[in-house]
């Protein structure tokens, strides 16, 4: 009942579904398996970027056939200057040793970069092998920083995206669809 009454507020509120469950199904498939290619014969440690990256990160990891390790990090920004400062607070560290191993940053979405271009150099930085980034979205137009984005789900146009982990308000990471807030 509680979550009819959050879908029912969502459609009222947000435009409807761009990708569905099924389309997000396939394309978590599709970079299982590049993921699988790209790595083929090593291990790799999943890193999930909490919270947004919950539910891609579930998608991402039961597709990979692989020895795999998983952890997950929390971080956040220093206020609203920081898309340009590019500071970036860790609220829950790795608890996994990162050295000598082949990374993969698992986000929700890549807008100005501002984080993951921290966090690729903060684990550089504790020695792994590699630095991949595997993102459910991406939005290029709130570029500010030149990033390498790896693998891709989809890319999305600059508006504010919610669902299927992503947030407004702490609201809407519940929907099973990635939509968008309707703009006036
Ligand atoms: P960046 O550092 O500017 O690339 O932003 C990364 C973080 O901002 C993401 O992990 C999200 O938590 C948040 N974010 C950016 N764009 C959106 C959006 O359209 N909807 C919800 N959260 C967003
Ligand atoms: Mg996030």
Same mark, same amino acid.
């Given at each position: 009942?509680?979550?009819?009454?959050?879908?029912?507020?969502?459609?009222?509120?947000?435009?409807?579904?761009?990708?569905?469950?099924?389309?997000?199904?396939?394309?978590?498939?599709?970079?299982?398996?590049?993921?699988?290619?790209?790595?083929?014969?090593?291990?790799?440690?999943?890193?999930?970027?909490?919270?947004?990256?919950?539910?891609?990160?579930?998608?991402?990891?039961?597709?990979?056939?692989?020895?795999?390790?998983?952890?997950?990090?929390?971080?956040?920004?220093?206020?609203?200057?920081?898309?340009?400062?590019?500071?970036?607070?860790?609220?829950?560290?790795?608890?996994?040793?990162?050295?000598?191993?082949?990374?993969?940053?698992?986000?929700?979405?890549?807008?100005?970069?501002? +984080?993951?271009?921290?966090?690729?150099?903060?684990?550089?930085?504790?020695?792994?092998?590699?630095?991949?980034?595997? +993102?459910?979205?991406?939005?290029?137009?709130?570029?500010?920083?030149?990033?390498?984005?790896? !693998?891709?789900?989809?890319?999305?146009?600059?508006?504010?995206?919610?669902?299927?982990?992503?947030?407004?308000?702490?609201? !809407?990471?519940?929907?099973? !669809?990635?939509?968008?807030?309707?703009?006036?």
């Amino acid at each position: 009942e509680v979550f009819e009454g959050i879908q029912k507020k969502a459609q009222e509120v947000y435009d409807n579904a761009n990708a569905t469950q099924e389309e997000i199904n396939a394309k978590a498939a599709e970079i299982g398996q590049q993921i699988e290619k790209d790595f083929a014969g090593e291990e790799v440690v999943l890193i999930g970027i909490l919270r947004g990256a919950v539910l891609w990160m579930g998608d991402i990891m039961k597709n990979v056939n692989l020895d795999m390790v998983i952890d997950f990090m929390a971080v956040s920004s220093y206020g609203a200057s920081t898309k340009s400062s590019g500071v970036v607070k860790i609220n829950k560290d790795l608890d996994t040793n990162i050295s000598g191993k082949n990374v993969i940053i698992v986000e929700d979405i890549v807008d100005s970069g501002t +984080t993951l271009n921290y966090l690729k150099a903060y684990l550089q930085n504790h020695d792994a092998k590699c630095v991949k980034i595997c +993102t459910l979205l991406d939005k290029p137009e709130g570029r500010r920083v030149d990033i390498d984005v790896d !693998y891709i789900g989809f890319t999305v146009d600059d508006r504010f995206i919610v669902g299927y982990g992503l947030d407004f308000d702490q609201k !809407y990471r519940n929907l099973p !669809y990635i939509t968008y807030l309707e703009q006036e």
